[in-house]
């Protein structure tokens, strides 16, 4: 039995869910998996850990800060320990060149080339945002065409059959 850790950051929460999934799916295997909001779990890969899965959203072209700083902090780790990034964006839903552009510039910005990446769908989550965040989202959705643009509801385009199967791929190269 091994221990994993899931550190993740998130900003509308759709990352969360996949981390917490991603934890479900590790433990249905046997396997401990430890989810952590790095914003509230700080910044350390906790001692113990046999292997590590970080996530991010995108937003604006680029994945949170305090992600990228929490690599940057551990890379080392994220280098020795088997290690995998799952990247959520909506690019991810019918636009993978950009949505691996992302990936290249964390890559870049971070100095860590995982040797496992996922390519997630976000949501959008048009009730939950402000005034202006659900305009602005309903203009690049309606610009990109693949999204939805009906604001009186939200809309979710996480594959959850894909995000087992990458837990289920990581856990087979353990
Ligand atoms: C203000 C804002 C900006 C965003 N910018 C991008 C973007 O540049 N590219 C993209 O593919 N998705 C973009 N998204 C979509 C998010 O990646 C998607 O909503 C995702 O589910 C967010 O994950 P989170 O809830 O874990 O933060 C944006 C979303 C918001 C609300």
């Known amino acids: 039995m091994g221990s994993i850790y899931i550190p993740y ?3 509308e929460g759709q990352t969360a869910r996949i981390a917490e ?16 909001d790095i914003k509230q779990a700080g910044d350390s890969i906790p001692p113990g850990c046999d ?7 995108v937003h604006m ?11 940057r902090k551990n890379r080392e780790t994220l280098e020795r320990l088997p290690s995998a990034l799952f ?11 950009n949505a691996e552009s992302y990936v290249r510039e964390f890559e870049e910005q971070t100095g860590w080339r995982p040797a496992h990446v996922a390519l997630f769908g976000g949501a959008l989550l048009y009730t939950h945002y402000g005034f202006i965040k659900r305009l602005i989202m309903k203009k690049i959705a309606g610009d ?8 009186s509801r939200d809309y979710v385009y996480t594959e959850w059959d894909g ?12």
Request: proline share 0%.
């Open 21 to 36: 999934f991603i934890g479900d799916v590790i433990q249905a295997h046997g396997h401990q998996a430890r989810v952590a």
């Open 87 to 97: 990247s959520v964006s909506l690019a991810a839903h019918g636009d993978a060149e």
């Open 9 to 11: 950051g998130t900003t």
């Open 51 to 57: 292997a590590v899965l970080v996530g991010a959203s």
């Open 61 to 71: 072209g680029t994945h949170e800060e305090y992600v990228q700083d929490f690599v």
């Open 163 to 174: 995000v087992k199967r990458f837990a289920e791929d990581f856990l087979a190269t353990l």
């Open 144 to 151: 990109k065409g693949s999204l939805d643009t009906d604001t």
